[in-house]
């Protein structure tokens, strides 16, 4: 097959709440080790994919395929054992247990318990919250749990990473960390990130999405897309497309 | 700063806490049958029952967030179990273990099509509520002749009556003795006790946490949250099989007011008085309440009291006033007391850094010692 290096595809991939279609007929696809943007209004759809991605949502019709494999019949969890990790919009942590735990929870899936130790630790380390082990999740600053989000699906060690808004509460400070962890985070693993920090985003870009209406836009380079009329008009909110 | 550390720690510590909790209850064991009296022996296997269907709720509902408003249905299946298969048998042995067989078997028949079908919290309620009514219905009507099962009748609502008591495994004309019934009750309410301990901090333990914090990241993470739950169900109808068998010990006889609705809240109270979330506190409700309904049974109170307008002002009073429950405000009063206690030595100590130099040492000596640390050697020692 030649399409041995695309590491996700969506076939008319819809999702229908009532009358509202949510995503719609969205063929999407991805390469092995990409960095993929993905941007558009509130609404347009982004958070619906994702959901549809990881089985949160059972789309309406379409298929998903994760490195030539159909998971569309897959559940959540067993989407997770394939090597998708996601970082949910509102973060996704276990806010009555430690940081360590969290950590731990996610490392143990892969590893025996001393591995999972070792691990713990290190990825603790990596993203910065060493003096914060002992802590409840629960009791930190947003942008901290938006960290402790992140070391939660690096330790999976996944395949694909979904990133939905990673930067939302998080300080300019916290902002820099993050865009050069992204950056180290490619070197192992895809990533699809969604964002509305623009200037994130073009930290970052390689190729961008632009979803509207549930459906895909324009698909550029991010020097391109700032100059794209059509993708100016959405954002404005002018009546195009 | 790592002193304070230190004393912070040993406030926090919750694994001492299973050690003494277990230690009374090992003391218990040998103690109680030297007092040599058979009435209170009695009473203590009774609660020792109600204590153990107790952990079985406080494990399901306080550390898996299994919200089950049946769980009187295990109880009763148990000990349906244990009678139905003693009278057939002869021996008990086998329906000991049936006693916990039976219940896991129907619960994770039950559960598999509530969590496998992922029904949400109220719902798994209000299921258990129904077939636990449903249960009790149906044993009430089956009081005719045609309702037997081998040798046992199921004398619908009149109960099972003379229910044969334990014996030594495979020799049926050995029973048990009062103290040795006793021995065996206080036993497995250790090995319950001490067994749900060690399986919450084993792996299973804290992803069944995770999944009661956190069932969509536990999932995200790649976790069957559904397996994980029904397991859970599982243990804890087993758990509660094991009380029903043992209630039977103590007073001989089942009816189907094991199902019945006023069990099933109980259980429910226990948990909510003592605190969702420990062990601990469902046993200290357990005991309470039923204690509480000892001395309004009797009339010891004057008499005229309704029971359970007694015990519904008691949850409407936990519920308002402690929603948390006795053990863990217990817990947080202490965490408090610690730091009020450390700050003020804090002050003593800084008080005695103003202090002039011939006085100093027994302040500083005083704020260490509410510290809660050992003098260090060379320092007040050798100026006092």
């Known amino acids: 097959m030649a399409e041995n290096d695309v590491i996700l595809e969506t076939r008319g991939l819809t999702m229908r709440f009532g009358g509202v279609v949510a995503v719609n007929n969205v063929d999407f696809s991805m390469k092995e080790g990409e960095l993929r943007c993905l941007i558009g209004p509130n609404g347009a759809g982004k958070s619906t994919f994702f959901k549809c991605l990881t089985r949160q949502y059972k789309p309406s019709a379409g298929q998903v395929f994760f490195r030539g494999a159909d998971i569309t019949s897959d559940i959540t969890f067993q989407i997770a054992r394939r090597g998708i990790g996601i970082k ?69 060690e996944p395949k694909l990473i979904l990133l939905d808004e990673p930067t939302a509460g998080m300080t300019g400070d916290e902002v820099g ?32 999405t632009v979803f509207h209406h549930g459906q895909i836009l324009v698909e550029d380079t991010m020097i391109n897309i700032l100059s794209n009329q059509q993708v100016r008009d959405v954002y404005l909110g002018k009546h195009a497309v | 700063m790592t002193d304070l550390m230190t004393s912070f720690r040993r406030f926090d510590s919750s694994r001492h806490g299973t050690w003494v909790v277990a230690g009374v209850m090992v003391v218990l064991l040998f103690i109680l049958p030297v007092l040599d009296d058979p009435l209170l022996l009695l009473q203590v296997r009774y609660y020792i029952s109600m204590i153990i269907l107790a952990l079985s709720m406080a494990f399901i509902w306080g550390f898996g967030g299994i919200m089950c408003f049946g769980q009187s249905m295990f109880f009763g299946l148990g000990g349906y179990a ?90 049926s004309t050995a029973l048990l003795s009062a103290n040795h019934l006793f021995y065996f009750a206080m036993g497995l309410l250790i090995a319950t006790y001490v067994g749900l301990k060690l399986l919450l901090g084993s792996t299973f333990g804290r992803v069944v946490v995770a999944v009661k914090e956190n069932e969509l990241r536990a999932e995200l993470l790649g976790y069957d949250v559904r397996l ?54 469902p046993i200290i409700g357990c ?53 009020y206690r450390r700050m003020t030595a804090g002050a003593v100590l800084s008080m005695a850094e103003q202090l002039p130099a011939s006085s100093r040492a027994p302040v500083r000596a005083f704020g260490e010692r509410m510290l809660g640390l050992a003098p260090p050697s060379g320092h007040s020692g050798n100026k006092g």
Not at chain 2, 246 to 274: D, E
Request: aromatic letters at 12%.
């Open chain 1, 88 to 156: 949910t919009q509102v973060p996704s942590v276990f806010d009555g247990l430690s940081v360590h735990e969290n950590i731990w929870l996610s490392a143990r899936r892969h590893h025996k318990t001393r591995a999972a130790n070792k691990i713990t630790d290190q990825i603790i380390e990596r993203v910065g919250l060493g003096h914060a082990t002992k802590q409840l999740v629960g009791r930190l600053a947003h942008g901290e749990r938006q960290w402790v989000e992140l070391g939660i699906v690096l330790t999976g």
């Open chain 2, 228 to 281: 994980y739950k029904l397991a859970v169900f599982v243990i804890g109808a087993a758990i509660a099989g094991l009380a029903g068998c043992l209630s039977i010990n103590y007073k001989n006889f089942i009816s189907p007011n094991a199902f019945h609705l006023s069990l099933a809240a109980q259980i429910i109270m226990w948990v909510l008085v003592g605190g969702v979330g420990t062990l601990l506190g």
């Open chain 2, 82 to 171: 244990y009678a139905i298969a003693v009278g057939n048998f002869g021996e008990s042995t086998a329906p000991f273990f049936l006693a916990m067989i039976v219940p896991a078997l129907f619960a994770a028949f039950l559960g598999y099509f509530m969590f496998f079908g992922r029904l949400n919290d109220v719902y798994v309620a209000v299921i258990t509520l129904a077939v636990t009514l449903a249960l009790y219905y149906f044993i009430n009507s089956t009081s005719g002749d045609e309702y037997t099962i081998g040798k046992a009748r199921l004398m619908g609502f009149n109960g099972i009556s003379s229910i044969r008591k334990f014996n030594w495994p495979g020799d």
């Open chain 1, 177 to 208: 960390r993050t865009t050069e962890l992204i950056r180290e985070i490619n070197r192992q693993a895809a990533l699809i990130v969604v964002e509305h920090d623009m200037q994130f985003i073009k930290a970052i870009a390689q190729k961008v």
């Open chain 2, 287 to 339: 005991v309470v309440l039923l204690y509480v309904s000892f001395i309004l049974g009797t009339g010891a109170s004057g008499g005229g009291l309704n029971t359970y307008l007694i015990f519904g002002l008691i949850v409407m009073i936990f519920v308002l006033v402690i929603p948390q429950g006795i053990v863990p405000t217990l817990r947080d009063w202490r965490e408090q007391g610690g730091r």
